[in-house]
């Protein structure tokens, strides 16, 4: 009884948490290819200084 309650009472936090993760997830591929972007860009730069 102890255990069923408890997990009626976590299971609201579980598509919260795979919400995060995978947000979190998009986020750091995001911040990543637009790294890989700049990356290029700033070697021009450095280069042409």
């Known amino acids: 009884m102890i255990l069923d309650a408890s997990w ?9 948490l795979t919400w995060s993760a995978s947000h979190h997830q998009a ?11 700049a ?5 021009a730069a450095v280069a042409a200084w």
């Open 27 to 37: 986020e750091a591929a995001r911040f990543e290819r637009e790294a890989r972007a």
């Open 8 to 16: 009626q009472r976590d299971t609201p936090a579980l598509p919260f």
């Open 39 to 43: 990356h290029p860009a700033r070697q």
